[in-house]
């Protein structure tokens, strides 16, 4: 046996009684590496004649390939295996049974949100998105909030540090209303549209938090106005509040991007220390709402001479609050494990 033959059997030997990635790369560096066996009988090539040279380094090449060849099926063996290792040690069950007291609630505004997606749908109204970094000409501009407007004050603006661009500074949307002036944008009336969405104001009390949840309505069709608003806010609200029955009150209001403006209430009363939704004396303010001003109209490109629009505005806490009888807005972001108990729901009928 030539040391050749000797060193190629020894080098798949110890390949073939390898068991990890880590002991393979070792046996690679030890084999092929700068000082390497094999690396080191290249450099003895040298000092041979030409006849010699061509001779072994023939046989060399021939017990690299084996070697090599071994290497790389061993290599794939190594990793078939650790995967099927992994595979089994993160086996799930997804066919095992739901545990019923199992840890994990779902949030009182995602609840709401989806009951009323579920409404807002049934009426055929579509969904659309929009993003939270806004710019100033979507988030005021379009909906007839000029420069220097007093309406800006109002919304208390976080603004990102940022350059402007044609469209003005970067900001944290203070409501979802540009959804309103997109969707007028991308789809041709008429339409029935909602969004549901985060926006942020910097302002943080027991009443306010610098981030919480709104929900836009916008109708774009012919001949329609206040009677269709509050049609379809009376119904949508009977859903919501699971009543046959529903008091509203319309108080004159202002925005910027509906003229008339309304601000509207429902009726309650309490029975034994509950709040009954729907009758009663008593009021609750619960959105916003009006007819489109036709400069939103005609900024988002809709022919005013032949179309008008109704818009609503919610607070989706407001609305979870008086729905299951949330008291404080703060809880619902201080991800608090014991409020979620309390007022969370859970993922399985009970
Ligand atoms: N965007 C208003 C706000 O955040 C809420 C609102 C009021 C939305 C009236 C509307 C509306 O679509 O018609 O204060």
Same mark, same amino acid.
């Given at each position: 046996?030539? &040391? *050749?033959?000797?060193?190629?059997? /020894?080098?798949? #030997?110890?390949? $073939?009684?390898?068991?990890?990635?880590? %002991?393979?790369?070792?046996?690679?560096?030890?084999?092929?590496?700068?000082?390497?066996?094999?690396?080191?009988?290249?450099?003895?090539?040298?000092?041979?004649?030409?006849?010699?040279?061509?001779?072994?380094?023939?046989?060399?090449?021939?017990?690299?390939?084996?070697?090599?060849?071994?290497?790389?099926?061993?290599?794939?063996?190594?990793?078939?295996?650790?995967?099927?290792?992994?595979?089994?040690?993160?086996?799930?069950?997804?066919?095992?049974?739901?545990?019923?007291?199992?840890?994990?609630?779902?949030?009182?505004?995602?609840?709401?949100?989806? &009951? *009323?997606?579920?409404?807002?749908? /049934?009426?055929? #109204?579509?969904? $659309?998105?929009?993003?939270?970094?806004? %710019?100033?000409?979507?988030?005021?501009?379009?909906?007839?909030?000029?420069?220097?407007?007093?309406?800006?004050?109002?919304?208390?603006?976080?603004?990102?540090?940022?350059?402007?661009?044609?469209?003005?500074?970067?900001?944290?949307?203070?409501?979802?209303?540009?959804?309103?002036?997109?969707?007028?944008?991308?789809?041709?009336?008429?339409?029935?549209?909602?969004?549901?969405?985060?926006?942020?104001?910097?302002?943080?009390?027991?009443?306010?938090?610098?981030?919480?949840?709104?929900?836009?309505?916008?109708?774009?069709?012919?001949?329609?106005?206040?009677?269709?608003?509050?049609?379809?806010?009376?119904?949508?609200?009977?859903?919501?509040?699971?009543?046959?029955?529903? %008091?509203?009150?319309?108080?004159?209001?202002?925005?910027?991007?509906?003229?008339?403006?309304?601000?509207?209430?429902?009726?309650?009363?309490?029975?034994?220390?509950?709040?009954?939704?729907?009758?009663?004396?008593?009021?609750?303010?619960?959105?916003?709402?009006?007819?489109?001003?036709?400069?939103?109209?005609?900024?988002?490109?809709?022919?005013?001479?032949?179309?008008?629009?109704?818009?609503?505005?919610?607070?989706?806490?407001?609305?979870?609050?008086?729905?299951?009888?949330?008291?404080?807005?703060?809880?619902?972001?201080?991800?608090?494990?014991?409020?979620?108990?309390?007022?969370?729901?859970?993922?399985?009928?009970?």
């Amino acid at each position: 046996m030539s &040391e *050749l033959d000797r060193l190629q059997a /020894s080098c798949l #030997f110890e390949i $073939e009684h390898c068991d990890s990635l880590k %002991k393979l790369d070792e046996i690679r560096t030890a084999i092929f590496g700068k000082n390497g066996k094999i690396t080191e009988l290249m450099k003895q090539l040298r000092a041979l004649d030409n006849e010699q040279k061509r001779q072994l380094g023939q046989e060399i090449n021939l017990a690299k390939t084996a070697i090599m060849e071994r290497f790389s099926t061993k290599l794939s063996e190594i990793e078939i295996r650790d995967l099927q290792k992994k595979l089994e040690a993160e086996y799930v069950d997804v066919s095992m049974p739901v545990r019923p007291n199992a840890f994990g609630k779902i949030h009182p505004i995602t609840k709401v949100a989806e &009951e *009323l997606a579920d409404i807002l749908s /049934s009426y055929g #109204f579509m969904f $659309e998105d929009g993003p939270d970094i806004e %710019k100033e000409f979507f988030n005021f501009t379009a909906l007839n909030i000029p420069d220097h407007h007093p309406a800006r004050t109002m919304h208390d603006t976080f603004y990102l540090n940022m350059l402007a661009d044609e469209h003005g500074r970067k900001l944290l949307r203070t409501h979802t209303s540009p959804v309103q002036h997109y969707t007028m944008i991308s789809h041709k009336p008429p339409f029935r549209m909602f969004s549901i969405g985060r926006v942020y104001r910097s302002d943080s009390d027991a009443t306010h938090t610098p981030m919480f949840d709104q929900v836009e309505c916008l109708i774009v069709d012919k001949n329609i106005g206040f009677a269709h608003l509050k049609w379809i806010l009376l119904n949508v609200l009977k859903k919501f509040f699971h009543v046959s029955e529903l %008091k509203l009150r319309f108080r004159p209001s202002f925005f910027p991007f509906t003229e008339p403006s309304v601000e509207v209430d429902i009726a309650y009363e309490l029975k034994n220390g509950k709040m009954i939704f729907g009758t009663g004396d008593k009021w609750l303010e619960i959105c916003g709402g009006g007819v489109v001003h036709p400069n939103v109209l005609n900024c988002g490109h809709i022919d005013t001479s032949v179309y008008q629009g109704i818009a609503i505005g919610f607070g989706l806490e407001r609305l979870a609050s008086l729905k299951y009888g949330i008291p404080d807005l703060r809880g619902y972001f201080e991800s608090d494990d014991r409020w979620r108990e309390a007022f969370g729901f859970s993922h399985v009928a009970k």
